[in-house]
């Protein structure tokens, strides 16, 4: 009976995600006073692959150039190249598929929150309820998996299912082929979803056989499965890439394994004291992880319920902190875990209201603290993303900024080789060729110096590398030129480029340059060759050093 009524509630469940994804999507929206249909410029450098591959170009970041990696997730961007090849502009259609792909995440996680509740003796209506309406306390989930276009909602929902899937393994009450298909689809999908997934997997489902060895021929082929998959994808990459990770991989991470676990550590502390709950809702799954190795000698299905949550709940906390974090808001590397974070103050407010209304008490004066205390969890949580929306903005307006600079571009001619830092919303509109000098979609620049010095995942240019290939144009489209006085003015942050702005070498090479068009203006520097060429060109005008200003110091 229990069984059947477990499978009859999947339905609601069904509902009740997509009611809770509704309203947290359009609380990710409204807060940050609307976000354009666009998606991140991380989002659009994948989109930019996905596009040239539709168009028969190849996996490159530039039309005739070298095969590179440049987007961390082989899954997401052979599902965006799908969607380009039915139409030049995907883009409501990617925002549709990412807001299924999150309603199905949450429901993993709510079916997840029904077994384990039944087998710890809670409510499980009021648990699924209590784990619903907590998520939205965290609006940055649904800004990431819905709005930014990243593989987020996509990493998330691969995580939660195979957590599902094996929750019904281990359970005793469940038949031993339950959850075996959706175990094999998730453990063949993790290794291309992210490069870490084939960790995700192989561990997740050994910590499942070590729970249940009797049911060991599934895991077993669960792993032949993510072991192959993770092979295929590998032996590609040698082939075509010439390398066996994404080119991400070697822009972003660096050999220097202390620096990285200084820098993750402070990510990890950052995200636990200063993401709203996240301190209390961390410390009752370590309290909960504690009480199932306490009690884990009795073989309860409860107990190994929790384990395997813990692990990827706490396991995906330690593994980012290791990797070293990333410096987007809202804890990005985290969101994909955040539907599982407050799973444990969902099951202790359904025992708790559950032991009250036993008490026979009255239910009004039961429900109205509980509502009142998730309201104002609520307001703290939205509060937050609120203050935070200025850095989720940016995201967009290097986007905005960087499509209608490759625009004008277009128009310029001859069209020049240009240098960027902001490597994705131009290269969806720039037909001429661009270097990526921060590395991400530049197999030499990303391996010239391992060691990674600067801003997070965004410090591996180098100047010998950028001196080996002189673009025509060094854009910093990015940032504003503004006249002050007489002075032309670039609001210049120089630090990823090591200083280039006022290097001597490059100040005796380039000159800066602004391009405007209307009521419009980029900065930038430019070789005196290509200048000759495009002399005359409307909006295209040189300037001395001398007469500049950088930053707020002389140009001089």
């Not at 807060?31 to 994948?46: E, M, N, Q, R, V």
């Not at 210049?492 to 090479?509: C, E, K, P, Q, Y």
Request: glycine content about 10%; hydrophobic content about 55%.
């Amino acid at each position: 009976m229990v069984r059947v009524t477990f499978q009859r509630l999947a339905g609601s469940d069904v509902l009740i995600s997509v009611l809770i994804c509704l309203i947290g999507a359009a609380v990710a929206w409204g807060l940050a006073s609307g976000l354009p249909l666009i998606g991140i410029d991380d989002a659009a450098i994948t989109r930019s692959y996905a596009d040239n591959i539709a168009r028969g170009l190849g996996y490159v970041y530039n039309a005739g150039g070298e095969h590179v990696e440049g987007s961390t997730t082989f899954l997401w961007v052979s599902i965006l190249t799908g969607l380009y090849a039915l139409t030049p502009t995907p883009e409501i259609a990617i925002l549709c598929l990412c807001f299924a792909i999150t309603v199905s995440a949450v429901y993993m996680m709510l079916r997840f929150v029904r077994l384990l509740a039944l087998r710890m003796g809670v409510d499980p209506s009021l648990a699924v309820g209590f784990a619903a309406v907590l998520l939205l306390i965290n609006p940055g989930y649904f800004f990431w998996s819905v709005w930014s276009m990243m593989e987020l909602a996509l990493w998330s929902l691969m995580l939660l299912a195979m957590l599902y899937a094996l929750a019904l393994r281990v359970d005793d009450e469940t038949p031993a082929a339950a959850g075996s298909w959706l175990m094999c689809v998730t453990a063949l999908l993790l290794p291309l979803t992210r490069p870490e997934g084939i960790a995700a997997a192989i561990g997740l489902l050994l910590l499942a056989l070590a729970l249940s060895p009797h049911r060991w021929r599934g895991y077993v082929a669960g792993i032949g499965l993510a072991v192959g998959s993770f092979v295929a994808v590998t032996a590609f990459r040698l082939i075509y890439f010439g390398q066996p990770f994404p080119n991400t991989f070697y822009a972003k991470v660096s050999t220097d394994r202390l620096h990285d676990l200084k820098d993750g550590v402070k990510y990890l502390a950052s995200f636990v004291l200063q993401s709203p709950f996240a301190e209390l809702f961390v410390a009752l799954w370590v309290g909960a992880v504690v009480w199932a190795l306490w009690g884990l000698r009795r073989a309860q299905s409860g107990q190994r319920l929790v384990l395997l949550g813990g692990a990827l709940m706490l396991g995906g906390l330690m593994v980012y902190a290791v990797l070293g974090g990333d410096h987007f808001a809202l804890w990005r590397f985290y969101q994909p875990i955040a539907p599982l974070l407050p799973v444990f103050a969902a099951l202790g407010l359904a025992w708790a209201v559950t032991q009250l209304l036993r008490g026979g008490g009255p239910k009004a004066l039961i429900r109205a603290p509980v509502v009142a205390a998730w309201l104002a969890a609520v307001a703290m949580g939205w509060l937050h993303y609120y203050q935070a929306r200025f850095d989720v903005i940016k995201e967009y307006t290097l986007v905005e900024t960087g499509l209608s600079f490759g625009e004008f571009l277009n128009t310029v001619s001859p069209r020049p080789s240009i240098g960027v830092g902001a490597a994705g919303g131009i290269a969806l509109t720039y037909d001429g060729y661009i270097y990526d000098l921060l590395g991400l979609n530049w197999t030499e620049m990303a391996h010239a110096n391992p060691i990674k010095v600067g801003m997070r995942n965004h410090a591996s240019f180098d100047k010998t590398v950028f001196w080996a290939h002189p673009p025509d144009v060094v854009s910093i489209f990015n940032k504003p030129c503004l006249a002050e006085g007489a002075d032309p003015f670039w609001a210049v942050d120089d630090t990823a480029f090591h200083g280039l702005a006022t290097d001597a070498d490059f100040r005796a090479r380039y000159q800066p340059v602004t391009f405007v068009q209307r009521d419009r203006c980029w900065p930038g520097y430019a070789t005196p060759d290509w200048l000759a060429q495009a002399e005359g060109q409307p909006g295209v005008a040189a300037y001395d050093w001398a007469d500049t200003v950088l930053g707020g110091i002389d140009g001089s």
